[in-house]
C-alpha cells in the first residue's frame, strides 16, 4: 500500500469519528435544549435587533475560514510547484553534469 494511501484511510478514519462524535454532541444538545426551553420563560430582549442571528455568525465564519482555506491551498500548491519544477529539472541537470 503506497503512503498516501495509508494517509488517506488515516484522514477518512478521523473525519468519520469526529462526525460520530459530532452527531452524538448535536443529539445530546437538542434532548437539553427541548428540556431548557420548555422551562425557561420568552421574553423581549431590548438590543436583539442589532445583534446578529447566530446562524449568520457561524455563516460568516466559514465563509472567511473558506476563504483562507482556499488562499493557503494556493499558496501551498505555488510553493510546492516550485520545488516539484527544481526536481524536474534535477535529472537533466545531473546529465549534463556527465557529459
Do not use: C
Not at 434532548?31 to 455563516?59: E, N, Q, T, W
Not at 475560514?65 to 488562499?71: I, Q
Amino acid at each position: 500500500m503506497a503512503v498516501m494511501d495509508s494517509v488517506k484511510e488515516a484522514q477518512t478514519r478521523s473525519i468519520d469519528q469526529m462526525k460520530t462524535v459530532q452527531e452524538q454532541v448535536i443529539s445530546f444538545n437538542e434532548r437539553i435544549a427541548d428540556s431548557v426551553l420548555s422551562a425557561v420563560p420568552s421574553f423581549a430582549s431590548p438590543f436583539a435587533d442589532y445583534l446578529p442571528k447566530p446562524s449568520d455568525v457561524v455563516d460568516s465564519y466559514f465563509d472567511f475560514m473558506n476563504e483562507m482555506h482556499e488562499a493557503n491551498r494556493d499558496f501551498a500548491a505555488r510553493m510546492t510547484g516550485i520545488w516539484d519544477r527544481a526536481e524536474d529539472t534535477a535529472p537533466e541537470a545531473k546529465a549534463a553534469d556527465k557529459k
